[in-house]
């Protein structure tokens, strides 16, 4: 198995619908982030958390929610899907010690 | 503000050395990582720099110095595997976060 599972691998959704990103680790890794990718853009921040308790605000988080679940899961939400939020998201985990990231295989979401 | 600068493109040739440069202007560093992605798959870390000089990990050596703001990535014996992108990303003092370039897609031709 996976030590950064996410779930969808890939997605196709309507505009205004809800939708949800799964991330679960067997890392024990306390930090986890949510990145998404769009080409000539690089990884992009959009939520970060250092335990269940502790939520932050990436640089781009207009439009998405976290929650966390429990120290090995991660959810991304997406409350009303837009155009403009189709990429490919990575949840990523790290022990902070190095700040390596090891980063999930990725969700390819569309909204059409 | 934060800003990383790597060339968009590169092309080099199998058996041949290359050579991926990287600057940055970050608030705070705590280390340069460079990435290696594959198109549709996840990346995978390649090598960390915390002080200044050349770390080497087989066919790839990362160089880092601080105080001009700057890395390189240097692959040698180019393996046609080797065509991916490659991204430098920094370490910055608020809580662990990293910053990526846009990253350099690497083609290797025969």
């Known amino acids: 198995d996976a030590d950064v599972t996410q779930t969808p691998r890939n997605r196709i959704t309507k505009t205004g619908k809800r939708i949800m990103l799964e991330c679960s680790q067997t890392?024990?890794?306390?930090?986890m982030y949510w990145y998404r990718q769009d080409p000539g853009l690089g990884l992009r921040l959009i939520y970060y958390?250092?335990?269940?308790?502790?939520?932050n605000k990436g640089e781009i988080s207009d439009g998405y929610s976290v929650s966390r679940q429990a120290q090995a899961k991660f959810s991304l939400s997406l409350e009303s899907a837009i155009p403009n939020q189709t990429a490919l998201y990575f949840c990523?985990?790290?022990?902070?010690?190095?700040?390596?990231?090891?980063f999930g295989s990725g969700t390819r979401l569309t909204v059409v | 503000g934060q800003n990383i600068d790597q060339p968009t493109e590169m092309t080099a040739t199998e058996g041949a050395i290359v050579q991926i440069n990287c600057t940055y202007q970050t608030s705070g560093f705590n280390g340069l990582f460079w990435y290696q992605q594959h198109a549709g798959e996840a990346p995978t870390f390649l090598s960390y720099n915390v002080l200044d000089g050349l770390e080497e990990k087989g066919r790839f050596s990362s160089f880092l110095s601080r105080s001009k703001g700057y890395s390189y990535l240097l692959l040698k014996e180019l393996q046609m595997k080797d065509s991916a992108s490659y991204l430098c990303?920094?370490?910055?003092?608020?809580?662990?976060?990293?910053?990526f370039g846009q990253g350099t897609e690497l083609s290797v031709k025969p």
């Open positions: 990523a985990t790290s022990d902070g010690a190095n700040y390596g990231y090891t």
């Open positions: 990303a920094v370490g910055y003092n608020q809580g662990g976060k990293l910053i």
């Open positions: 890392k024990g890794h306390d930090r």
């Open positions: 958390s250092f335990d269940v308790k502790d939520i």
